[in-house]
DNA sequence: CGGGTTACCTGACGGC
DNA sequence: TGCCGTCAGGTAACCC
């Protein structure tokens, strides 16, 4: 489901929501694992803790309080919302003390609930093996890209989903990246020249931030954290047009499984 | 370790 | 109307 602008969009829609530092009043958790067991000491940990900052680290959301920081991940299908209803997969509510209520909902639970103790955000399991920030122009550079590339035999779009070599880019923003670098998802990644590696950093990021600002890209269930869909979807270049003109050459946009996930792509004008 | 496959889970949709 | 197969924005646990 939500990709690194989507995660973006909601963080930006939380932060807004919670800028006013709410105290947490409460937590119930309405089962005890979604993917993996949420621990059982994350209510009495939150409780009474004023929220002070939702940052984003890769796809990853961190809900900060001073004693100690939740961590949440989407899956596919997961969201955040002030809640004025009750959904059957809703998993988790957070009852602030003015009155208001954090919902996470997830119907596939292939999303996470744990707790990061302050500071130890490099020692979580869940984020210490992370790659760079795509949006990062000093850590996520041509040459990092190249050289980590050099003895990956993987194919090219496998490669930049790989969250250890970058964070954020899942099955969409792959596909479109790729169609926009002129580079073919299967290319081996080691058979990458250092100037596709800069067309790739170049389109992984403008990408990303052209989605950023149109809220996301909204499929079927992803929703900004204020319940709007994203707009990104209506500029897909490639994604799910399988057989479609490309709106470059006009000829049939191409399809194929790669690393187990759909791919789109056009024969002609990806190398 | 690198690379490939499968499993996890619910729901929507299309074909019969 | 219903049943059945397929697919979905992610990731980790398995294999070799």
């Known amino acids: 489901m939500p990709e690194l602008p989507e995660i973006e969009t909601v963080r930006k829609g939380l932060e807004n929501i ?66 004025t209803d009750e959904d059957k997969h809703d998993h988790c509510y957070i009852e602030l003390a003015d009155g208001r209520k954090l919902a996470f909902c997830d119907p596939r639970r292939f999303g996470l609930l744990d707790l990061v103790e302050i500071g130890g955000e490099e020692k979580h399991p869940r984020l210490k093996e992370l790659g760079p920030e795509p949006l990062d122009t000093k850590t996520f550079t041509t040459a990092y890209l190249f050289q980590t590339s050099r003895k990956r035999k993987v194919a090219t779009k496998v490669f930049i989903m790989n969250q250890n070599i970058v964070v954020g880019v899942g099955n969409i923003y792959a596909s479109e990246a790729l169609f926009r670098a002129g580079i073919r998802p ?7 020249t250092q100037e596709e590696c800069g067309r790739l950093v170049k389109v992984i990021r403008e990408v990303l931030v ?24 209506l500029t897909f270049q490639v994604y799910d047009r399988a057989s479609e003109p490309c709106l470059k050459c006009k000829k049939p946009l191409r399809s194929k499984i790669v690393g187990g996930r759909s791919t789109y792509w056009c024969s002609h004008c990806q190398k």
């Open 186 to 192: 299967t290319r081996q990644a080691s058979q990458l």
């Open 210 to 233: 052209e989605s950023i600002k149109a809220g996301g890209s909204t499929i079927s269930d992803y929703r900004q954290a204020g319940g709007e869909e994203g707009g990104f979807q």
């Open 18 to 83: 919670l800028k006013n530092q709410p105290v947490i009043k409460r937590v119930i958790l309405k089962r005890a694992d979604i993917r993996f067991p949420i621990p059982p000491t994350l209510p009495k940990r939150l409780a009474n803790q004023p929220i002070t900052s939702v940052r984003r680290r890769a796809k990853y959301l961190l809900i900060e309080t001073p004693k100690v920081i939740l961590l949440s991940h989407l899956g596919m299908t997961g969201s955040w919302r002030i809640a």
